[in-house]
């Protein structure tokens, strides 16, 4: 199969520049495993090869012998391999030693105990619509920040299309398949996460039925502020009794696994009195997820046109979370107790864009003036000035408004 290049290609040589070893996370299926072999000089399975147990009793340092980077593919089967590697880098004295991979996340005692100066973290997540083919990157998202030009043509893609890309996802194993084919992927891999993956997650037993109704809740409530008693309801559903302890204790499960990826409140403080609303906008790794789990198919998605708009947003803040993550880029949404609200903020360490995400390029106006009235809200003398204003959307061309704000079909956007 012929690999696809990923914009995490450079973002994982940068990190083996400058770091001994360096953890890539994601979600099952998003490709990691792939990318990193592409990097490494050698590797090892720890969760297939038959020879790792016991060299973990007699001598885990022979599991580290290769050349390198050396892939450690699944590491935390062996979550004691994180110390063997920590001393190994200290040993060594040298950057690129190690790429480790992991689809889900071990306590973070574990984990993280004496890694600081050792490893570099990042997170590998579903490929773009820019890596898909299905972005003509006629617009940089870093060149907006730095004043460039937002000019492209209009979206090819209209509403059933969308619902298409929606429904089919991010998959890397899927990027050259027909869209049929890449749902009935997403439907088997959400059947695999309620029936093994969740219980696998932390070793305690998930009831399928009910990681299926939470999954479908999550869905049904995508890019909203909805909150665990709404979750709870619905994943107890009709005939069953469950608490709101044991729905997040699911949620936290489906956070190790890196297949629920909520959006943060972002906490800077406002010009008025308006209060701060701090509950996180839900979303799942990839849209197709939500798609999936709600058993939307592309026809009743371009019937629901609400439903389609938040999947549309999901899928934005995807792609963003994908071309920012290089720059230290970091997506929250804000919104306050005056209903005042803004989709995604993309906050840097040294600057912030402001951004909404509408379906329909009939919308823009509106959103463009709500845009000016949150940001003018926010108190700028704290956090400075927005880099950039920007509407994303599904549909109509890409150019800079009079007032300076962006419009940017998100089949044009590029990192």
């Not at 880099?387 to 009079?402: H, N, Q, S, W």
Request: aromatic fraction near 6%; proline fraction near 5%.
């Amino acid at each position: 199969m012929v690999y696809i290049a990923r914009v995490a290609d450079s973002e994982l040589a940068n990190r083996l520049g400058r770091s001994g070893a360096v953890l890539v996370e994601g979600a099952k299926g998003c490709g990691k495993t792939e990318m990193a072999t592409r990097a490494a000089a050698s590797w090892v399975r720890v969760d297939t090869d038959p020879d790792v147990p016991a060299l973990m009793e007699i001598d885990p340092s022979r599991i580290l012998d290769g050349a390198v980077p050396r892939l450690i593919d699944e590491w935390q089967w062996q979550p004691d391999l994180w110390n063997h590697i920590r001393r190994a880098v200290d040993d060594r004295k040298a950057a690129g030693q190690f790429i480790l991979t992991g689809s889900s996340t071990p306590e973070a005692s574990v984990r993280r105990h004496s890694g600081a100066g050792r490893f570099s973290v990042m997170r590998l997540r579903p490929m773009s619509l820019w890596e898909l083919g299905l972005s003509t990157g006629e617009v940089s998202w870093q060149a907006i920040r730095e004043g460039g030009s937002a000019a492209a043509a209009v979206g090819a893609l209209g509403v059933d299309e969308w619902a298409e890309v929606i429904a089919a996802g991010g998959w890397p194993a899927m990027a050259r398949r027909g869209a049929a084919e890449a749902r009935e992927y997403v439907l088997d891999y959400l059947d695999l996460l309620a029936e093994a993956d969740m219980s696998a997650a932390d070793q305690v037993r998930r009831d399928p039925v009910r990681v299926r109704r939470l999954l479908a809740s999550i869905g049904r409530n995508t890019a909203t502020t909805a909150t665990i008693a709404t979750l709870t309801a619905d994943t107890a559903g009709s005939d069953s009794r469950i608490s709101r302890d044991t729905v997040s204790a699911y949620l936290a499960a489906l956070n190790r696994l890196m297949i629920a990826e909520d959006l943060p409140a972002w906490t800077t403080a406002l010009r008025d009195s308006a209060t701060l609303r701090k509950a996180p906008k839900r979303h799942l790794v990839d849209p197709s997820l939500a798609a999936g789990a709600m058993g939307a198919t592309p026809a009743k998605l371009s019937r629901e046109p609400k439903t389609l708009g938040n999947l549309f947003e999901s899928l934005v803040i995807r792609d963003l979370r994908v071309y920012c993550a290089a720059a230290r880029g970091e997506l929250f949404h804000h919104r306050d107790s005056a209903g005042r609200e803004i989709d995604a903020i993309v906050a840097y360490p040294d600057g912030w864009v402001a951004c909404e995400v509408k379906l329909g390029a009939g919308a823009v106006e509106a959103a463009a003036q709500n845009l000016k009235a949150v940001v003018s809200k926010i108190d700028t003398q704290t956090v400075g000035p927005p880099d950039a204003l920007v509407i994303v959307t599904g549909t109509g061309p890409g150019y800079r408004r009079r007032d300076g704000v962006h419009v940017i079909p998100a089949s044009a956007l590029k990192p």
